[in-house]
């Protein structure tokens, strides 16, 4: 690795560590997703989006059509994992985690996470999940991803990271990040966010705690991509347990 990879790394981790977890915890609570503005540079950005096509760094490729889960591509990377790829996942798990197990508390789960993320993927490999789940997101014009919950085993993080890794309406247009927020009983709201290039975006996987009269209930929530209308739109996601397959 060169020099200044290792202090563009660094540069981004700080970026993390200094971040106000106040504030980003308040916003998981409230909507169920968080912003972190700026946190890799157009050159890292650039750097993920050239590795898509270097084979050897991936375990799997998927063509969403097929699937019907939209219109693009997606690859799963293998491990061992592009460093800033593993550091991030490391580094910022730690500050999710007490978001994480707030919620189970609340809905009253089983369960808490571990502290550490080498700790909660021991966990994962317990239940037979091994495979690495960050993955490479890529849509042409007209591609879009299917509202759906990133979930690949028994044992699941509740949350999970986005970084969009082109800048829209330069690279691409369209292609918003959707949630859709399933209150019980009632008509589904919609969320809808269009982060910059190199912003990382930190949203659940399935559900949040909503307070009500009488305590806390579950509101299940789903994510998708709006079609991108003009250009290519690739994105970097980050999920922190493994998967089976
Ligand atoms: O392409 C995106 O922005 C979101 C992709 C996605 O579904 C994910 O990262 O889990
Ligand atoms: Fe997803």
Redesign the pocket.
């Known amino acids: 690795m060169q020099p200044s990879e290792l202090t563009q790394i660094q540069t981004v981790i700080d970026k993390i560590q200094t971040a106000d977890w106040g504030d980003i915890t308040e916003q998981m609570h409230q909507q169920g997703f968080a912003l972190i503005e700026q946190v890799l540079s157009t050159e890292l950005c650039e750097m993920l989006q050239q590795t898509y096509s270097q084979t050897e760094l991936y375990r799997k490729t998927v063509e969403m059509q097929r699937y019907r889960f939209g219109q693009g591509e997606y690859k799963y990377f293998t491990y061992p994992l592009p460093n800033l790829v593993e550091r991030i996942r490391h580094e910022i798990y730690p500050y999710l985690v007490p978001i994480a197990n707030a919620w189970f508390r609340v809905l009253k789960l089983e369960g808490s996470f571990p502290s550490s993320h080498p700790e909660f993927l021991q966990q994962c490999h317990q239940q037979g999940q091994t495979l690495a789940t960050p993955?490479i997101?890529k849509?042409g014009q007209g591609g879009f991803?299917t509202l759906?919950q990133?979930l690949y085993g028994e044992v699941y993080f509740p949350i999970?990271l986005?970084i969009?890794l082109g800048q829209p309406n330069v690279d691409f247009s369209g292609g918003e990040?959707v949630f859709t927020q399933q209150t019980p009983r009632a008509q589904s709201k919609a969320m809808v966010m269009q982060p910059q290039q190199g912003d990382l975006l930190i949203f659940t996987t399935q559900f949040k705690p909503e307070k009500g009269s009488q305590g806390y209930y579950r509101v299940n929530i789903k994510?998708?991509?709006s079609p991108i209308h003009r250009g290519e739109?690739y994105?970097l996601?980050i999920?922190f347990h493994d998967a089976v397959s």
Do not use: E
């Open positions: 993955l997101l849509y991803n759906h990133d999970q986005v969009v990040l994510h998708g991509v739109r994105s996601g999920i």
